[in-house]
């Protein structure tokens, strides 16, 4: 298992803010399996390995291993067609520009929000088999766990994200019954740094590769957390993919995304209405 010991955190600098929403990376990048054709179905069988959970917490899961190569491909490949950015609309993580460059609308990060029913159904199978297997070792996982919301986060091999904690609604941490997050990292591997709180000054860290499975809810649903480090070229050989991390993280939420933050993703609890 590999996690590392406890680090005491140091404040960093704040990054300068780009100087718009699309900032153009320099750096060429592989375009192999990068856009694939508009012909990608999730034709797979859905197959989940037989992995056993790794309790780091209660509420925190890893599944190392979770999807097999074939179906990680299939992944990455769906996420770039639906992930590409159109001219004119606020959706998309990614343009290309040139023949070489991947622009990423958040810097060294990319991000963009849907409804899981914009995805195949495969991405809610796995959301809720790996809720359901990580359950079996943690108890306070269990619920009756309904996925709305695909969050896409992609990496470049700079790519970091800051100590934060994923928005819930209010009433259900008064209530106890928050619903667990679902994360799946594709690509490459990542250290990823938790703590309970933003006071601790010692974080844990656990490194998340290509495949692997993290579930927090139950008592860690609020913690601190954050992207330290994408470890470059540490991939699995066979997937063709745009060096860097995919994150796919799948929610069960019941607010509103406020679409007008977009790209940020800003979540308004305890209306009637979306927001217009």
């Given amino acids: 298992m590999q996690i590392t010991p406890k680090r005491k955190d140091k404040k960093k600098p704040k990054a300068k803010p780009a100087g718009s929403r699309w900032s153009t990376q320099n750096k060429p990048v592989d375009r192999t399996g990068l856009v694939p054709s508009s012909s990608v179905q999730s034709s797979f069988t859905y197959t989940p390995q037989n992995t056993q959970p790794i309790v780091?917490?209660?509420?925190?899961?890893?599944?190392?291993?979770?999807?097999?190569?074939?179906?990680?491909?299939?992944?990455?490949?769906?996420?770039?067609?639906?992930?590409?950015?159109?001219?004119?609309?606020?959706?998309?993580?990614?343009?290309?520009?040139?023949?070489n460059q991947l622009k990423l609308n958040q810097g060294n990060r990319g991000r963009v929000i849907r409804p899981v029913h914009d995805f195949p159904p495969q991405w809610t199978d796995y959301s809720m088999q790996i809720q359901q297997q990580a359950a079996t070792a943690c108890p306070s996982l269990r619920c009756d766990f309904k996925p709305t919301t695909c969050l896409l986060n992609f990496y470049n091999e700079k790519g970091t994200f800051k100590w934060h904690r994923d928005s819930e609604n209010p009433t259900r941490l008064q209530t106890k019954t928050p619903r667990p997050i679902i994360s799946l990292t594709v690509g490459d591997a990542c250290d990823f740094g938790y703590k309970l709180d933003y006071e601790s000054p010692e974080h844990e860290?656990?490194?998340?590769?290509?495949?692997?499975?993290?579930?927090?809810?139950?008592?860690?649903?609020?913690?601190?957390?954050?992207?330290?480090?994408?470890?470059?070229?540490?991939?699995?050989?066979?997937?063709?993919?745009?060096?860097?991390?995919?994150?796919i993280t799948v929610r069960d939420v019941d607010g509103y995304e406020d679409v007008s933050q977009f790209p940020a993703y800003r979540v308004i609890y305890d209306i009637d209405e979306p927001p217009t």
């Fill in 205 to 247: 860290t656990v490194r998340l590769n290509s495949g692997d499975a993290l579930v927090f809810g139950g008592p860690h649903r609020m913690m601190v957390h954050s992207v330290l480090k994408i470890h470059p070229r540490s991939k699995p050989t066979a997937l063709r993919m745009a060096p860097g991390r995919l994150n």
């Fill in 56 to 99: 780091l917490g209660d509420g925190l899961v890893v599944l190392r291993s979770f999807l097999t190569i074939q179906q990680q491909q299939t992944l990455i490949d769906e996420a770039m067609v639906r992930g590409k950015h159109e001219e004119g609309a606020q959706s998309g993580f990614y343009e290309i520009q040139g023949e």
